[in-house]
Nanobody, 113 residues
């Protein structure tokens, strides 16, 4: 059974950093294209980053230069390093297995002073 469990969210001040983790089970993360998406209050889902099977990455313009997507194949875990956080980054963040659109329960990130 495919399972995705996000963690690492929290409350952080503007300019701060967080690292989100997504523990995957039931499939091989290194052989899958994965993404991080987020949903801000009252808004739709926004894709912020993708990593494909080859390890190539993509970042949306809104997070480029601040966020880094990576994975640890040995741990079957996906990460999102978020630096220089802004209030507009406040959202619930989900990791997504792209081929099935399966996502986890999400982790809340709140950027506020």
């Amino acid at each position: 059974e495919v399972r995705l469990v996000e963690s690492g969210g929290g409350l952080v001040q503007p300019g701060g950093a967080l690292r989100l983790s997504c523990a995957a089970s039931g499939f091989n993360l290194s052989a899958s294209a994965m993404s991080w998406v987020r949903q801000a209050p009252g808004k739709g889902l926004e894709r912020v980053s993708v990593i494909n099977r080859a390890g190539s990455t993509w970042l949306s313009d809104s997070v480029k230069g601040r966020f880094i997507i990576s994975r640890d194949n040995a741990k079957n875990t996906l990460y999102l390093q978020m630096n220089s956080l802004k209030p507009e980054d406040t959202a619930v963040y989900y990791c997504v297995l792209i081929e099935t659109a399966r996502r986890g329960q999400g982790t809340q990130v709140t950027v506020s002073s």
